[in-house]
């Protein structure tokens, strides 16, 4: 069975930096776009930034700029470098890889931007 499993969340002030990572364990092929959204506190889940696997990249506006996702196709891991974070960045940030077959979902990791 397929788990997304994100790490690299935290507390940051603001100003700072984060690099959030995702990989998948168990058997994953022909993985089309990799992506990050988030949830912040009493929101719905917004996007973020995803990646095709031909490395085209589409952003937030919030986050252009600021944010830059990449991914490594052999280790079927994806990355969102956070710099110059805000308070409004604050929230639960999830990975999402989408296949002809499948879509999948990590569980989240929490990021907290504050003095």
């Known amino acids: 069975q397929v788990q997304l499993v994100e790490s690299g969340g935290g507390l940051v002030q603001p100003g700072g930096s984060l690099r959030l990572s995702c990989s998948a364990s168990?058997?994953?092929?022909?993985?089309?776009?990799m992506g990050w959204y988030r949830q912040p506190p009493g929101k719905t889940r917004e996007l973020v930034a995803t990646?095709?696997?031909?490395?085209?990249?589409k952003y937030a506006e919030s986050v252009k700029g600021r944010f830059t996702i990449s991914r490594d196709n052999a280790k079927n891991t994806v990355y969102l470098q956070m710099n110059s974070l805000k308070p409004e960045d604050t929230a639960v940030y999830y990975c999402?890889?989408?296949?002809?077959?499948?879509?999948?979902w990590g569980k989240g990791t929490q990021v907290t931007v504050s003095s």
């Open positions: 990646i095709t696997s031909g490395g085209r990249t």
């Open positions: 168990g058997s994953i092929s022909s993985i089309n776009d």
């Open positions: 999402n890889f989408e296949a002809w077959y499948a879509d999948y």
